[in-house]
């Protein structure tokens, strides 16, 4: 397999990912309408590389515009990651991301199929496992008690690659289930930098480190954790990046198959600890307030992440300092957008 289309390209996972394709010599061809992500990560990819990718701008209900990519590739495999991905917004505006995140997967598909095109990496989030019952999570673990329209929209998009499958025993399938990527490629060039005011934490943490926000609202301390605020296994978007390698690998072996895996450190860290451990690793201040608890959070997340190192021989090896010390390096050289 050496030709890969990769969805949401420019974003946050799909930009790092296309880094570690390229430098294992991956022909990497590259979608994305850029809702969530710049155009300029392209050329920061070929700075970090060396290499360009075949990008096509293009919107992922797009029948038209997917088929002409078929047309104009030999696609060998999928890896899609186009979608929204915020909590909050997806409890405010559900359709949106029914829209988004379930339609466009169909329309995406349907297309594979008529270009007999059956190798699909997924984008999935630990977020299907809803209020888990037992932490660490495996991916045994009961899913689609979810408790919000994003971890909605990821479940039932699983369930149609399941049913997929068994409809089809050709298609090779792998979900991979992100706990909470964050942190950066080394270089700075290139980084979590989503649109408008961000959702997630560590994108927030780097606006109040930049003194663009003054304080950090910490959403509830009275979970029932180590110190009241939300526990979540972290992981560097570099480990997570390339264990996509190891998805392709292990399809491309299989030849067939439905597969799934979490992606986690299985390492859970409060708020609070990731404020603290940020604050010493870049030495800078990150004023907080308490606030209310967000529509749709859980309490406590973490990974147990045994499958993906037996079965893809894959596991994470930074550190939560590794991560927030690249986060803060990212900001620091994109000061302008931050
Ligand atoms: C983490 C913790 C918040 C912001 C998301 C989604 C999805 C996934 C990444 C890929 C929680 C707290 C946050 C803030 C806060 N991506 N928080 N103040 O909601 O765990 O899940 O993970 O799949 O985007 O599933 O991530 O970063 O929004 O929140 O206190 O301003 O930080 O309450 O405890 P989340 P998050």
Known sequence: MKNILVTGCCGYIGSHTCVYLLQENYNVIGLDNFSNSKREVLDKITIITGKKIKFYECDMLDRDGL???????????VIDF?????????VINPVKYYINNVSSVLTLLDVMKDHNVKSLIFS?????????????????CETGFTTNPYGTSKYYVENILNDLYKSDNNWSICIFRYFNPIGAHPSGLIGDEPNGIPANLMPYILK????????????????DTVDGTGVRDYIHIIDLSKAH????????????????????T??????????????????????????????GDISICYADSTKAKNELNWKAIYSLEDMCRDSYNFMINNKNNF
């Open 67 to 77: 088929n002409r990519i078929f047309n104009d590739n030999k696609i060998d495999l």
């Open 82 to 90: 186009a979608a929204y991905k915020a909590v909050g917004d997806s």
């Open 124 to 140: 999935s989030s630990a977020t299907v496992y809803g209020i888990p019952k037992v932490v660490p999570i495996n991916e045994e």
């Open 208 to 223: 109040v480190a930049s003194r663009e926000f003054e304080f950090l609202n910490i959403f509830g301390n009275d979970y």
């Open 245 to 264: 390698i190891c998805g392709i690998k292990k399809l491309e072996k299989e030849k067939s198959g439905f597969y799934i895996y979490n992606l986690g």
């Open 266 to 295: 299985g390492i859970g860290y409060s708020v609070l600890e990731i404020v603290k451990i940020f604050e010493k690793v870049n030495k800078v201040e990150i004023p907080i307030k308490i606030a209310n608890r967000r529509d």
